[in-house]
DNA sequence: TGTTTAATTTGGTCTGACCAAAACAGATTA
DNA sequence: TAATCTGTTTTGGTCAGACCAAATTAAACA
């Protein structure tokens, strides 16, 4: 029984036909594609743990080894969470994580040449965009939160490490404004990554002042609908960021 | 001497003691770590291939399980390039392949309850700053090639299946303005993810001549220097797109 | 020298085994 | 009865050795 077993199976995919154009064949992608498929579709809610891997084998009608490579590739694209020694978990998809699964590219991007300015000016486009955005439709509860954001900000003026949380606390709120789930997400992802460089910078009052300052005009110009300040004030702000990165790891870039 | 080598293998790694913090231990991690480290020091340079499995689990001291595991890691991360069998090529860090390594994850997010709106209002976002800053700074060859676009666009208006690739092309040379890679990156990630949702569209050569005169409206403003007429003729663009895929998909969202 | 053929390497898969941690069930105790 | 401890079973992580088919390389041949 056990003999015919691989057999069988690829028959089953032959007979499915999903992918009948000559390519290679791997008894492991087909079995990742079954339960991508099975999460997808909702068969396997969020939460629910995956059948032991003997089970998946016997079911599949493959060996173990081909069912914990998928598995493998499951937990690597993010569809599942598994932490080592437990059950694989059918993971809820979510914006935050569809990001981390990008940690090891990116992080690679960021060594090469100029690769730093190239994220840095996605971000300065995408907060740009945010700023004009808030001018022009944040609302009452949204304005808010960004000057409670902004007060806990000047309020930490001479604790470095808290105005560091504060300043990322203020960025967050803009980003929070269109209520769109993508944007908080992109901002984490923003956060991780330049935190390397962010991190090593020199942090004094005085400068933790002056980013307080940037932050109140980009507040002060959404707070007076006017898209053009709001999108300028912000655009100096990190401008003046970058030189300061830049000053910073001017022999690594 | 191998009986002594899963030994070893631990005593290096609790030595190197990167991660001694009691979590659990896996050696297919510590393999992956390894080889992610070399690739990303230039020890392994791109289009180089990995060593063979079998060597690398001897060298590692691991049974070649434990290196398989690594490899496919390192192959879902987009690190190596790891074509059915084929030796694993160290793949050059790459900014399209970056987001393919999402597409499993975005699928699953569309396929969420204003998951595609969520990431269509992204679009909507990045595509008016683009025209903003096209329309602020495009050089005379980013106007021409526009221009070109823009014409090879016109000219396919009767001819639908063309008509959608010259759209895509005027869209794409919208994100090369900037000379930012992540642009033409992001806009190859937009057009694979939403391709679906497109291409299931009606397709007529009067929609297609609205979209034209759309393209148009946002080419002249560019042409004029008006970041304001750029922004609001792009956003009248794909606000009219998102309706008629709202249109088309009415039952499914 | 170019082409065909045989030997070898190498990735993909299988089987069966072992270990340690986790899950479970049962006994023990408060 | 409820909480806690304990021993058994399950399960993931790893290993070893084997086989196959495709890919690579070496050898033989034309």
């Known amino acids: 029984m056990n003999s015919t077993g691989k057999l069988s199976i690829q028959k089953e995919t032959a007979a499915s036909g ?9 008894a492991a992608d087909d079995v990742f594609r079954y339960f991508a498929a099975r999460i997808n579709s909702g068969d396997l809610k969020d939460g629910e743990a995956l059948p032991p891997e003997r089970e998946i084998a016997e079911t599949c009608h493959v060996s173990r080894t081909v069912v914990r490579e998928a598995v493998l590739a499951l ?7 598994a932490r080592p020694g437990f059950r694989p978990v059918v993971r809820k998809a ?8 990008l940690d090891s590219v990116v992080s690679r991007l960021l060594l090469q040449d100029g690769g730093v300015k190239n994220l840095f000016d996605t971000r300065i486009m995408v907060e740009a965009s945010l700023a004009r955005q808030a001018a022009s439709s ?15 900000n000047q309020d930490a003026i001479d604790d470095s490490e808290k105005f560091y949380e504060t300043d990322t606390a203020f960025h967050a709120a803009l980003y929070s404004i269109p209520g769109n789930p993508v944007f908080p997400a992109i901002h984490k ?9 962010w991190s090593m910078m020199p942090r004094l009052p005085e400068r933790n ?9 980009i507040f002060d110009a959404i707070l007076m609908r006017n ?6 004030a912000l655009r100096i702000h990190l401008a003046a960021a970058w030189t300061q990165i830049e000053k910073t ?5």
Chains 1, 2 share one sequence.
């Open 227 to 232: 898209q053009d300040a709001a999108e300028q």
């Open 249 to 253: 790891f001017a022999d690594q870039m």
């Open 138 to 152: 944040a609302q009452k509860d949204d304005l808010l939160t960004l000057r409670n954001a902004l007060d806990a």
């Open 94 to 101: 979510n914006y935050d994580t569809a990001f981390e699964t």
């Open 18 to 26: 999903i992918k009948d154009t000559g390519d290679r064949h791997r």
């Open 189 to 197: 992802a923003y956060t991780a990554w330049l935190s390397p460089q």
């Open 209 to 217: 002042r002056l980013n307080y300052y940037a932050h109140k005009a």
């Open 75 to 81: 937990s690597n694209k993010g569809l599942i969470e």
